[in-house]
């Protein structure tokens, strides 16, 4: 089934069109990767469909029902909800009171918003750092934080923006694990990430972006053979994986 669908999709700020025409479908369960280069347009997709932003043209569909223009919050109790590439986890609350900050959109008791964020903060390996103030944690853990907020919202569909720039190889290789697991308990994810040889073997399918249009669309193999994204985006050391 798919789960969203997004048509014909045209975000234009004044002359310059950041989403340009796109169209494509996420089914339920997969992750559909996001790439291009820096300005492409991917952060302003995620905010077109996330309810952030609202495009100048075109459709957006989730769990078939046109979302498209709806505000945010109602947007997220439908179950699709967005982390952000600059983190936004509150500075002065501890890691659960961010956590339990999602968890009251599904619910108003104390008890179980609790109750919810502690299942998250075990599941996004941040137990350790519960009581630590948003602004005390590493780069790492505060993208662990946002990724732990958007579930504790119990999403159908996860976006995730750039959630593994600025991390070292070993904090990347946690946050592929969990994007993982996040998978196997049945979320869909949209995962725009500029580290191609993270995304690539995340993804089931990938989309490329370049100038706000859509260039290709395809299983990962495919990308990194299409001439077209190589001249664009990722370099001739790509034309031929070793
Ligand atoms: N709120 C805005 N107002 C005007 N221009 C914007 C706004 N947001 C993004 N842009 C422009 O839209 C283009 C796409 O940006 P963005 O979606 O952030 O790209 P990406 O996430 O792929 O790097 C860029 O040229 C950017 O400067
Ligand atoms: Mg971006």
């Not at 957006?60 to 919050?73: K, L």
């Not at 008791?109 to 137990?127: D, P, S």
């Amino acid at each position: 089934m798919s789960l969203l669908e997004v048509t014909d999709l045209t975000m234009a700020f004044g002359g310059l069109v950041a989403n340009d025409r796109i169209s494509f479908t996420l089914h339920e369960g997969e992750v559909l990767g996001v790439i291009g280069p820096n300005g492409a347009g991917k952060t302003t997709l995620f905010a077109c469909i996330a309810g952030f932003l609202k495009p100048t043209r075109g459709q957006v569909r989730f769990a078939g029902e046109d979302i498209t223009g709806m505000r945010p919050d109602r947007i997220c109790r439908r179950g699709l909800v967005r982390t952000f590439q600059i983190v936004r986890a509150l500075p002065d609350l501890t890691v659960l009171q961010n956590v339990m900050v999602g968890a009251f959109l599904r619910t108003h008791a104390m008890r179980e918003a609790r109750q919810i964020a502690e299942e998250v903060l075990a599941f996004t390996g941040l137990e350790a750092r519960a009581h630590t103030p948003g602004k005390n944690l590493t780069i790492a853990d505060k993208k662990r934080l946002e990724v732990a907020r958007a579930l504790a919202t119990q999403p159908r569909l996860l976006m995730l923006d750039e959630v593994m720039s600025g991390l070292n190889a070993q904090e990347r290789q946690q946050a592929v694990t969990l994007v993982r697991a996040i998978q196997r308990r049945g979320i869909s994810i949209l995962l725009i990430e500029h580290i191609m040889d993270v995304l690539l073997p995340l993804s089931n399918r990938v989309l490329v972006l370049n100038y706000g249009k859509k260039i290709a669309e395809g299983s990962p193999d495919s990308i990194t053979r299409n001439p077209e994204v190589i001249a664009a985006y990722l370099g001739s050391s790509y034309a031929s994986p070793s």
